[in-house]
């Protein structure tokens, strides 16, 4: 298999709940919530990077289209990974995230491999991780 992901999507409960955190709290740009003409159909993509994009999805949406039964969500199954040019970058992401509405779960500091990261969660329990690597270049 070539990697070739385009689309992260997010089941969330509360749909415009999140929308209000990703774009208005974290600054992502998004048309908004398109298909809510269609059942089950609601959704609201970010653009991230180049050929990447967030996409966010009622819970209950993504559970019928995949054919699979609504568990407990547990915020330890993955995290998704910003990675930023410096430390004052990750505090000031982790700030604009905590005045969004995210719980902080690991506040911003240095890591044992040498970097800074900190942890937070999104209204939905989604882990996302804040980090500087000094052995990365990001470009923008």
Do not use: C
């Not at 992502?28 to 609601?42: C, M, R, S, W, Y």
């Not at 039964?69 to 995290?79: A, K, Y």
């Not at 905590?98 to 902080?104: C, D, P, S, V």
Request: no cysteine; proline share 5%.
């Amino acid at each position: 298999m070539k990697p070739r992901v385009t689309v992260i999507t997010l089941g969330v409960e509360n749909l415009e709940r999140s929308l209000q955190f990703y774009r208005d709290g974290l600054g992502l740009p998004t048309k908004g919530i398109i298909g809510k003409e269609f059942e089950h159909g609601a959704v609201a993509f970010f653009d991230l990077q180049q050929g990447l994009k967030l996409a966010i999805w009622n819970r209950k949406d993504l559970a019928h289209e995949a054919k699979v039964s609504q568990e407990t969500p547990n915020p330890t199954e993955f995290t998704l990974g910003h990675n930023v040019g410096s430390k004052a970058e990750v505090d000031k992401i982790m700030k604009e995230a905590e005045l969004a509405g995210a719980f902080i779960t690991d506040p911003a500091h240095e890591t044992f491999w040498g970097g800074y990261s900190g942890h937070f969660q999104d209204p939905d329990g989604h882990l996302w991780e804040v980090v500087w690597n000094p052995d990365w270049e990001i470009s923008d």
